[in-house]
C-alpha cells in the first residue's frame, strides 16, 4: 500500500513558477513508476508527465513539454512537478499517482493522492 500526499499548489500569475511535491509512504518508493496527471473543472483526467523507477526516462504531454519538470528523490519517498512559464490553461487540480509495474501515460496507475490545486491568473 503506498499514499500519496501532494503539496505546492497556490495561485500564480501567468509566466511564473511553481514546484509540486508528492510525499509516499512506504520503503519501496523507488520501485514504483511515478505520474502527474491534472484535471481541470468540467474536464476529464489527463495526463502531465511521468517518470520510470530509476529516473532514467521522462515523458511529458506535448501541453507542457520544455516548460514542466518532472524529478524524483528516492531518498526523500518524494516527486516532484516544477512547472515554469505557466499559463491560465495549466489551471487544475494536479494529482501524483504510483504504478507497481512500469512506466506509462495513462491513467493506468494502483495509487494516487487527493490533488493540489493549481490556479494561474492572466
Known amino acids: 500500500q503506498v499514499q500519496l500526499v501532494e503539496s505546492g499548489g497556490g495561485l500564480v500569475q501567468a509566466g511564473g513558477s511553481l514546484r509540486l511535491s508528492c510525499a509516499a509512504s512506504g520503503r519501496t518508493f523507488s520501485r514504483y513508476a511515478m505520474g502527474w496527471f491534472r484535471q481541470a473543472p468540467g474536464k476529464e483526467r489527463t495526463f502531465v508527465a511521468s517518470?520510470?523507477?530509476?529516473?532514467?526516462?521522462?515523458y511529458y504531454a506535448d501541453s507542457v513539454q520544455g516548460r514542466f519538470t518532472i524529478s524524483r528523490d528516492d531518498a526523500k519517498n518524494t516527486l516532484y512537478l516544477q512547472m515554469n512559464s505557466l499559463k491560465p490553461e495549466d489551471t487544475a487540480v494536479y494529482y501524483c499517482?504510483?504504478?507497481?509495474?512500469?512506466?506509462?501515460?495513462?491513467?493506468?496507475?494502483?495509487?494516487w493522492g487527493q490533488g493540489t490545486q493549481v490556479t494561474v491568473s492572466s
Open positions: 517518470i520510470n523507477g530509476s529516473g532514467g526516462r521522462t
Open positions: 499517482a504510483a504504478r507497481r509495474w512500469g512506466v506509462t501515460t495513462t491513467p493506468n496507475y494502483d495509487y
